[in-house]
């Protein structure tokens, strides 16, 4: 065995491009399923159908295919999220592999702005709504005079 260094590998922007054309293209809805970014497939479908998905800025059907390097906004009820496909993969993965197939660009102030309103959210609550309780109940016959 010789000490020799191995020389570092360059990748030239054809490899690049014919490693990413050997990698065939999955439906939108099964890929946003996979890397979580909806909680099922149907409500991935249901996203891409409702115009809150987009794939390089054109709206996605949910039968529409998605390519390593392609740039994807998906709107979630809290954040609207912008991914760079890095990897692609039609099986369900766990939150520790998800960055394995996307990176987040999603800008800091969409995440703050999330933060905030989920505080507020918190913050804003409907007192007296629903159902009494049985102590607000006993209250309310000892005020009304009810035996």
Partial sequence: MSNKAKPEQT?????VER????VPPIRIDKWLW????????????????GSAVRVNNVIAKPSNKVRIGDTIIARTKA??????????????????RVPEFYEDRTPEADFEAAREKQANARLVTHKGGGR????NRRDIEKLLGSE
């Fill in 132 to 135: 009494p309780t049985k102590k």
């Fill in 79 to 96: 954040i609207t999220k912008t991914l760079h496909v890095v990897g692609l993969t039609e099986k369900r993965v766990g939150p520790p």
């Fill in 11 to 15: 990748h030239s922007k054809l490899d």
């Fill in 19 to 22: 490693s990413t054309l050997d």
């Fill in 34 to 49: 996979a890397v979580r970014v909806y909680k099922t497939r149907s409500d991935a479908s249901e996203a891409c159908r």
